[in-house]
Structures are given as structure tokens and as C-alpha cells.
């Protein structure tokens, strides 16, 4: 083959293929458009901003506003987005299923009537896009099948499509008004409600909130679990729209209950809520102040709101701030105040012995988790739950900018056989709650329940003998100078000279639960006379021999055994930890109890 065919043949596949590429390409494209079964093929839902739907007896009209959609006829109202876009969806993806063309109908005069496009019921549904009408004609049922006709407006043909697509066609407004009760333009941070004689209002600062009116911590959780309630309240029935609606047959003219939602000064939404309809107690008549719109709410929605202002406080005793306290007043059978100096709380004035600043702090995580229980809203006479005077009085403070500040205010009182009273002076003053009794008897009410619970602290191998007496026997083991443990004259048994070792050890840095009682004048009534159980332990520090005591009574309410030991030459009552005692019951009984 010789150059001058070679050069003939690439001319004629570049001829080829630019006919194919340039004109039969196109051609195919333009020939398969054609051959689509769209109705709206050029249609693009996102960018559609109206529509209207004309059915016999009523227009509808929505139209866009940025990324939501309004009512616009036959009235103003926000509408329901979702169904909205699923028409749209549906629109521009709407095929025929069967067509029937123009020049198929040239010979049938009556087309509107047969196809049903002149009939009251027809329907006509316009889409506006960026200036351009789209706009279908429905008639009626084809005879066989679950089909419709519709026909495009300035489109000769008649097209059949699927009858389910009319579902997504409103029958009335109602249907494309948007159910969500309360649409909020701004966060929420104020809450004013009143329901009969019930007032209070809700500040959201600081990232909590906070009751104003009466002033009171308020339960955020529960606050929070409401709101969302209420913000995802939806209408049960659009009652009416008429502005000159009998607002009193609603129970609307004067509201059982108005509740405010505002941003600062700024009102979001003020809610009445009227009364329920005749024989449908389920529901309340609602409707937002400024509005001609009268609804029908669920009435277990609202409830909460309608309830006391009781029912929103926190009702735990104290909220400590994250900065701690610094200051504890004790007012009582004894008067004293406690101080932290760092980490380190210290008893004020002439108390001198050492403070338990564990005790402290455990004291005031227990106080944070005391939950009352609110008896009465408003008191007026005190004195009818032993709170005027109070039994008891704890003042919590925090350092402020000048001087310590007060967090809380306590008033503990009784006068009601196992029922104790407690009331916040610096909070709801006008309340007054309950408390379990065994969270008032934890409470210190002298310094010396504050004193370091720590009895001693030694080494196991620092004792040098270990004396128990019980019921009348005495058992005693001695250590020799080679660290060897016996049974001095006149005790017998078996010793395991690890597990002594160990129980010791643990015994060495023995706490006490409680502090019970100092110098105790009448013993008996913690069962030490009876019980006769005594320990000593010699101790060697520095070359001394130091005697160790501790005295077993009974057992208290708590299962702890009460113990008596001397410390500073005052015999101090405890309540010796049980788990400790079970530990170490090898060398603190001779018989088990």
C-alpha cells in the first residue's frame, strides 16, 4: 500500500467520525429526549418557588422564602415543608404511562368534558420556577385501572398517569399548614407562665436555669426535657381562622394559663390555652396572642406548665459552685464555724484539735445530694415544724470579691416524731420541705464531730503485744526481741504469724466511721457495761512503750460496732468501720460474736 492510499483512507475515518461526533451524536441525543416519558423533563424541584393548587372550592398558594415555605392563600401561615418537597420530588420525576396525541384527538370536539378537564372537580396545579409556569390540568379516572388524565396547559396531548400521584395534591390548606404548635425566631432564656394563681418566671443564664419570680434553683434537667416537649408540641385540629372568632367559648378571652417565651426583652410566642372542648377532655383550645389562629393541643402536653412553681425547682438541698466553700457556720446546741486555709479546713476560736478535712468534704458532697421533699408551698407559722427557732442552722459560704459570700442558708428543725424540717432562707423562703431522718443524723451539730477521725497510726512491727479481754477471758500474745510471736503464760491456741502481721498492718491506721460522743458520762446506752470487750495493744516508738485502747459496745443502726478509746485523756466514743473489724476479728475476739 502505497502513501498516497494510506493519506485517502485517514481522511475518509476523520471525515467518519467527525459526522458522527458533530451531527449523529447530537441527532441520537436530541431523538432520545424525545422519546422520554417525562412530563416535565426541564423541571428542577430545588429551584421551584410557588405553587398552587386550585381544586373546587378553594386556592392554595405556597411560596418560597429562603429555606422554607409559607401559605400564602387562601391564608398566611408557615406550611409544612416535608410534603411540600415530596410533591415537587414526585413532579419532576412524574412520568405518562399511556399518551394520547393531538392529532388523535382532532376528530373528538368534546375533549375538556370527556377527559374531565372542564368539571368543577378539575384540578389545576401550577409550579413556578425562576419566572416559568409549569402547569398541570387533572381530570378524571380512566375507565379501567388506577389512572388519571392530566393534560399540560398549552400542550395539545392528553397524557395517563398513575392516580397516586393525586394523594400528594392538598384537599384543603390545613393539609400543607405546618403542625409544629411554637416556631421560636430566637434560643429561648426567659419563661414567664401563669396558671390561675399559680405565677413564676424562668431565667436561662450561665448555661443553667434559674427560677426569678419566686426567686429558686430551678431543675434544669427537667426544664430542658419540658422544652423540648413543648417545642415539638404539634396541633392536634386547625379550629379557626375567623379574627372575629367568640374567643370565650374557647376559654380564651380570659386564658386558664399564659406562657411567655421570650429572648431578653425580646417576645417569641405568648400561648393562651382555654378551656376543652365539650365531651373531648384530651384536648385544649390554644392559640398565640396576636394571632387569629385557634387550635386544638393535647392537653397532657401543657400539663406540666399548669403545675406549681415547686414542681420546676431543683430540689436538691445545695448546689455547690465549682470554686468550693470556704467558710461553714454552725448554729445550734452549739455555735462554731469552720475555715479552709487552702485544702486544710480548721475549726475556728478556742477548738483547737485537729480538723477532718476529708469529714469536711464529705459533709458537703452528702448536703449536694440530699433531695427533699417540698410539704407546703407558702408557710406562714414556722413554729408548726419546729423551724422558728430551727434546731439547726448551717451557713455555706464562698470567698467573694470583699468577704465571704453566702451559697446557702439552712434551717433544720422537728417536731413531729421521725420527721425533720428543712427550709432555705436564702432560697423559697416560703417553703418548707422534708428530709430523710438519717440525712439530718449525719449532719455534725458540735465541733468535736469534725475532729480528725483518724484514732492512731502505727507500724505492725512497732507492736510489741496484743491483750484482748471478752466475756470474762483473756487471751494475750507477746513479740519477742527477734520479731517471733507467742502466747504469754496462762493464753493458749495457734498463731499464724502472717495473718497477725497483716491484721495488724491494717489495724495500724485505723479511722473511725463517726465520732459518737466525747468524754461519755452514761456508757451503757452504747452497750459498753454488758459487752465487756476490751483490747490493748503496747506500741514501741522512739523507745517508749505507749498503751493502746479500744472498748467494744454494741452494734449501732448502721451495723458498725461502738467503740471507746482514750485520746488526750478523754475517753472518745466512735463507730468502728466493720469491714475493718470482720479483717482483723483474729486479734480483737476471742470468741466470734
Do not use: C
Not at 413556578?128 to 381530570?139: E, K, P, T, V, Y
Not at 381562622?241 to 380570659?254: H, I, V
Not at 484514732?455 to 512491727?461: E, H, L, R
Amino acid at each position: 500500500m502505497n502513501s498516497k492510499t494510506t493519506w485517502t483512507y485517514l481522511a475518509i475515518a476523520a471525515a467518519l467520525f467527525a459526522f458522527i461526533f458533530f451531527v449523529e451524536h447530537p441527532l441520537r441525543e436530541k431523538l432520545n429526549a424525545s422519546r422520554t416519558t417525562k412530563i416535565f423533563p426541564g423541571f428542577i424541584s430545588a429551584s421551584a418557588n410557588r405553587i398552587e393548587v386550585r381544586r373546587a372550592g378553594e386556592d392554595i398558594r405556597v411560596e418560597r422564602t429562603h429555606d422554607s415555605w409559607v401559605l400564602t392563600k387562601p391564608l398566611s401561615y408557615r406550611a409544612a415543608t416535608a410534603p411540600i418537597q415530596t410533591l415537587l420530588h414526585e413532579l419532576a420525576e412524574l412520568n405518562w404511562q399511556a399518551q394520547i396525541t393531538a392529532a388523535e384527538l382532532k376528530d373528538r370536539p368534546n375533549v375538556q368534558e370527556e377527559f374531565g378537564f372542564a368539571s368543577p372537580a378539575a384540578t389545576l396545579l401550577t409550579v413556578q420556577q425562576s419566572g416559568l409556569n409549569f402547569n398541570l390540568l387533572i381530570g378524571t379516572n380512566t375507565p379501567v385501572g388506577e389512572q388519571v388524565y392530566v393534560q399540560v396547559v398549552g400542550r395539545a396531548g392528553v397524557y395517563v398517569i398513575d392516580s397516586e400521584f393525586l394523594k400528594l395534591l392538598p384537599r384543603s390548606a390545613n393539609e400543607w399548614r405546618d403542625q409544629t404548635l411554637l416556631r421560636f425566631s430566637a434560643p429561648i432564656n426567659t419563661i414567664k407562665t401563669r396558671s390561675g394563681s399559680k405565677v413564676f418566671t424562668l431565667l436561662h443564664t450561665n448555661g443553667s436555669w434559674r427560677m426569678t419570680t419566686p426567686p429558686a434553683r430551678a431543675d434544669n434537667a427537667k426544664l430542658e426535657e419540658l422544652l423540648k416537649k413543648t417545642a415539638a408540641l404539634q396541633v392536634a385540629k386547625f379550629e379557626t381562622d375567623d379574627p372575629k372568632a367568640d374567643l370565650e367559648s374557647f376559654g380564651l378571652q380570659t386564658p386558664e394559663m399564659e406562657l411567655v417565651f421570650a429572648f431578653d426583652t425580646n417576645i417569641l410566642a405568648t400561648l393562651l390555652v382555654g378551656k376543652s372542648p365539650t365531651n373531648e377532655p384530651s384536648v385544649v383550645f390554644a392559640k398565640i396572642q396576636n394571632q387569629n389562629h385557634i387550635f386544638r393541643v393535647a392537653a397532657d402536653a401543657l400539663s406540666d406548665w399548669r403545675r406549681s412553681h415547686t414542681n420546676f425547682v431543683d430540689r436538691h438541698l445545695v448546689n455547690l459552685p465549682p470554686t468550693g466553700m470556704t467558710q461553714i457556720d454552725v448554729r445550734g446546741e452549739n455555735t462554731f464555724s469552720l475555715q479552709r486555709d487552702n485544702s486544710v479546713w480548721k475549726m475556728a476560736g478556742t477548738n483547737n484539735f485537729p480538723v477532718d478535712s476529708d469529714l469536711v468534704r464529705e459533709i458537703l458532697v452528702s448536703l449536694g445530694k440530699i433531695e427533699v421533699n417540698i410539704e407546703k408551698d407558702v408557710v406562714a407559722d414556722f413554729t408548726a415544724y419546729g423551724l422558728a427557732p430551727p434546731a439547726l442552722e448551717y451557713t455555706l459560704k464562698t470567698a467573694g470579691a470583699l468577704s465571704n459570700s453566702v451559697v446557702a442558708l439552712i434551717h433544720f428543725g422537728t417536731n413531729q416524731p421521725g420527721k425533720f424540717f428543712v427550709r432555705r432562707l436564702d432560697e423559697y423562703s416560703d417553703t418548707v420541705s422534708s428530709i430523710q431522718p438519717e440525712q439530718y443524723h449525719l449532719l455534725p451539730q458540735a465541733p468535736w464531730q469534725f475532729r480528725d477521725r483518724r484514732i492512731w497510726s502505727f507500724a505492725s512491727n512497732e507492736v510489741m503485744s496484743v491483750t484482748v479481754q471478752q466475756k470474762g477471758k483473756e487471751r494475750k500474745l507477746i513479740r519477742n526481741a527477734a520479731g517471733h510471736w507467742s502466747f504469754a503464760p496462762g493464753s493458749q491456741g495457734s498463731i499464724n504469724t502472717f495473718t497477725l502481721d497483716e491484721a495488724l498492718y491494717r489495724l495500724g491506721d485505723l479511722k473511725a466511721v463517726f465520732w459518737v460522743s466525747p468524754d461519755e458520762k452514761n456508757p451503757e446506752r452504747f452497750g459498753f457495761k454488758g459487752a465487756d470487750h476490751r483490747i490493748w495493744l503496747e506500741v514501741k516508738r522512739d523507745g517508749k512503750i505507749e498503751t493502746l485502747s479500744l472498748e467494744f459496745g454494741d452494734y449501732s443502726e448502721f451495723g458498725t460496732r461502738y467503740t471507746a478509746t482514750m485520746s488526750n485523756g478523754a475517753r472518745m466514743i466512735f463507730e468502728f468501720p466493720w469491714p475493718l473489724f470482720f479483717e482483723v476479728e483474729n486479734i480483737l475476739t476471742i470468741e466470734s460474736k
